[in-house]
């Protein structure tokens, strides 16, 4: 990869990111792609701005799934440094950690579910547009 292409593909890493943290709908980068409520995790069936049909996609667990990955790596490791150099009671790490997790799971369900419906959109393109190829 080129100097240009290698450019090109971060600016298109970083729309990616940006369109996800705002929830945009992966067509047109404008209509929002979840129902309203901040407890709502639900898709809307289409973009309200293009139209887009969000009812094709699918990221079944993956978001979940990667932010099982995110906080554990993340809180787990401050946890234990807390431990060590603190000592802190068992009842306030559960307090503390707990929080803390619950609130940024709920926090940022919804943009990871939007990247990876960004992503899926940016690399089958062709299984969302209207009149897909067959697969081989
Ligand atoms: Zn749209």
Same mark, same amino acid.
């Given at each position: 990869?080129?100097?240009?292409?290698?450019?090109?593909?971060?600016?298109?890493?970083?729309?990616?990111?940006?369109?996800?943290?705002?929830?945009?709908?992966?067509?047109?980068?404008?209509?929002? =792609? *979840?129902?309203? +409520? %901040?407890?709502?995790?639900? /898709?809307?069936?289409?973009? &309200?701005?293009?139209?887009?049909?969000?009812?094709?996609?699918?990221?079944?667990?993956?978001?979940?799934?990667?932010? =099982? *990955?995110?906080? +554990? %790596?993340?809180?787990?490791? /401050?946890?234990?440094?807390? &431990?060590?150099?603190?000592?802190?009671?068992?009842?306030?790490?559960?307090?503390?950690?707990?929080?803390?997790?619950? =609130?940024?799971?709920? +926090?940022?369900?919804?943009?990871?579910?939007?990247?990876?419906?960004?992503?899926?959109?940016?690399?089958?393109?062709?299984?969302?547009?209207?009149?897909?190829?067959?697969?081989?």
């Amino acid at each position: 990869m080129n100097a240009p292409d290698k450019q090109t593909n971060n600016n298109a890493i970083l729309s990616l990111l940006k369109m996800a943290l705002f929830c945009k709908c992966p067509k047109c980068h404008e209509g929002k =792609i *979840f129902h309203s +409520g %901040f407890f709502t995790f639900e /898709l809307k069936e289409k973009c &309200e701005t293009c139209g887009f049909d969000l009812s094709r996609s699918d990221s079944a667990d993956g978001p979940a799934v990667f932010l =099982i *990955f995110f906080l +554990g %790596f993340l809180l787990v490791p /401050l946890a234990l440094i807390v &431990e060590v150099k603190f000592g802190w009671p068992v009842w306030l790490h559960v307090l503390i950690w707990g929080t803390l997790g619950l =609130i940024l799971t709920l +926090g940022s369900l919804k943009p990871i579910k939007a990247f990876v419906i960004a992503l899926q959109y940016k690399y089958r393109k062709s299984d969302w547009d209207d009149n897909p190829p067959p697969r081989v």
